[in-house]
């Protein structure tokens, strides 16, 4: 008997143990499957889309069409915890994807770290985001992520860094036989397939975006890409509508390219923006171009590059029919493209890329005097934007920059009769014009602080001016910082025009706080760094940020 109850314990044990590692899968995702390569979890509803977030690092795949109807997303993985692992969407279609928020990090994953996304297919939704990184399918995809074989057919909007499929790469981003077909409405740095492209090599090939944008930094491609890193884009095309007033850097495939190579690639954007650097391929930058084309009578003018040394061939120069690419490939520069394995002629126009079941349609429509009445008809140059607006009455105070590693942060004091935001001038030549970047921004008290991320070590130069809608104010001063790869530096070398700064406080001293007033705004003037206003709540026995006018701080106490 005691044999028996023996067996029977051990036996019940056995089957206890074995059930719990069987079923703890189950516990993490509700559907088929245990997360490996040889059976990933199998997606079947817009929930289980985004039980991804549950384990971060499996292998998913969809295993039929997906209705997201009534259901806002929330983005898979995060800055602090991104998605490592891989998703296949099999080709089967996402349907009403909706996204709705307001902070960083939007797309169906939010961050993700060498993640392999493939065969995906958004078909119809909106992602909505007032923060920055925002992309229909990745909001940041970090070094060595890949997207494969995937589009989405929705309207993308963000504040900055947005992009039709991603907002912005940190590090090597491969895009490989994908496209975007949508509106984009994305702030600073947006691009039709990628926003921003920043550190290490990224790499676009066999892959096309249609719609429209507009913004600074704009591309129909990629709106920028860093000066840290080497972009290169293969046997791709855009057919973006970039248009607007007071652009900067705006291109028919990308808006800023500094160092990368664009080959057997071309533009038919329809571009109709006033501004500087707005160019038919590239608006900035001395990116590389070979066997690339643009249509002149679309993009209104002759200009491949807006600054920079890019070269290409400006082609169909007054005819809106684009008898130049009908049925051809003999035609330079197409006569060097790859017909057999990578394009197709099509006899109504344009060439298109194999491979893809059901390729966006090549249909632009040029900006006439009928559509666009600040606009002259013909592959003329725009006509200037006459500006009721007033200049802000004064100029910002800035008063800081500081690097470390290769990021800068610009500080600076808000300026007088300002409403509308501020345009930052940095380069490495004393005058700060190499380059530029804009942003909205309002408050009237406190500092203001920017980050300029990924610049090669060099002395750097910069300088601020307010805007007023579409009327500039005056620029502040110039101030440099050496940039290097190691440790930090604060300058405050000022150049040309001075600027008053509030002195840094040495010694224990009250500080009366005034209307518009932040931590953050007084931790910059009087400590040096806004990061520096957890001190302050400190030193004040502070429960939040919150401060009043007439409240008394103690300062470096």
């Not at 969407?89 to 960083?104: D, H, L, Q, V």
Request: glycine share 14%; charged share 10%; with cysteine.
């Amino acid at each position: 008997m005691k044999k028996i109850v023996f067996q029977f314990s051990f036996s019940t044990l056995f089957i206890f143990l074995l059930s719990l590692f069987l079923t703890s899968p189950v516990l993490a995702f509700s559907g088929y499957g245990n997360g490996t390569s040889d059976y990933p979890y199998q997606i079947t509803t817009c929930s289980q889309l985004e039980e991804m977030a549950n384990n971060l690092s499996a292998y998913y795949q969809q295993d039929n069409d997906i209705d997201c109807s009534g259901i806002t997303i929330t983005p898979i993985g995060s800055s602090t915890n991104p998605f490592t692992g891989t998703f296949d969407g099999k080709n089967f279609a996402i349907s009403n994807f909706t996204i709705n928020m307001s902070a960083n990090y939007s797309g169906l994953f939010g961050y993700t770290t060498g993640a392999s996304i493939e065969n995906v297919r958004v078909v119809s939704g909106s992602v909505t985001d007032a923060g920055w990184y925002v992309g229909s399918l990745i909001g940041d995809a970090s070094t060595g992520t890949t997207v494969t074989h995937s589009s989405s057919q929705i309207d993308v909007s963000g504040t900055a860094y947005s992009g039709g499929l991603v907002g912005v790469s940190n590090g090597s981003l491969a895009i490989e036989k994908s496209f975007y077909n949508g509106n984009l409405n994305g702030g600073l740095n947006t691009g039709g397939l990628v926003g921003a492209m920043q550190g290490n090599s990224s790499v676009i090939s066999d892959s096309y975006a249609v719609g429209t944008a507009g913004s600074n930094n704009v591309g129909g491609l990629i709106g920028f890409t860093s000066i840290g890193g080497t972009s290169q884009i293969s046997n791709s095309y855009a057919n973006f509508t970039l248009s607007g007033s007071l652009l900067q850097n705006v291109g028919g495939l990308v808006g800023v390219d500094e160092t990368g190579t664009v080959t057997d690639s071309f533009s038919v954007s329809v571009i109709s923006a006033t501004g500087t650097d707005v160019a038919a391929v590239i608006g900035n930058g001395g990116a590389t171009a070979t066997g690339v084309y643009f249509d002149e009578y679309l993009a209104t003018t002759n200009s491949c590059a807006g600054a920079g040394a890019t070269t290409c061939t400006a082609v169909n120069s007054g005819n809106a029919t684009p008898n130049y690419f009908k049925g051809n490939n003999t035609n330079a520069p197409m006569s060097s493209w790859d017909f057999v394995n990578t394009w197709q002629t099509n006899s109504g126009g344009y060439p298109t890329l194999k491979g893809f079941s059901s390729p966006a349609p090549i249909n632009p429509v040029r900006y006439t005097q009928t559509t666009d009445p600040n606009y002259n008809p013909g592959p003329s140059t725009p006509k200037p934007q006459e500006c009721s607006n007033s200049a802000p009455t004064g100029l910002p105070n800035l008063f800081q920059v500081s690097a470390s590693d290769n990021t800068v942060t610009v500080y600076f004091a808000p300026v007088s009769g300002q409403d509308s935001g501020y345009t930052i001038s940095y380069g490495i030549n004393n005058n700060a014009d190499s380059y530029t970047t804009s942003f909205n921004y309002t408050d009237k008290g406190g500092a203001v602080p920017y980050t300029i991320n990924y610049l090669f070590p060099g002395t750097w130069y910069f300088k601020v001016r307010g805007q007023n809608g579409c009327m500039p104010g005056e620029w502040s001063g110039v101030m440099s910082v050496k940039v290097s790869s190691q440790g930090s530096v604060v300058s405050s070398k000022v150049l040309g025009l001075e600027t008053s700064r509030s002195g840094l406080v040495t010694k224990c001293t009250n500080y009366t706080v005034q209307a518009g007033d932040t931590l953050w705004g007084i931790a910059s003037l009087k400590l040096g760094n806004g990061t520096k206003f957890g001190t302050l709540m400190q030193q004040n026995g502070l429960n939040s940020s919150l401060i009043r006018a007439g409240q008394t701080l103690k300062i470096g106490c």
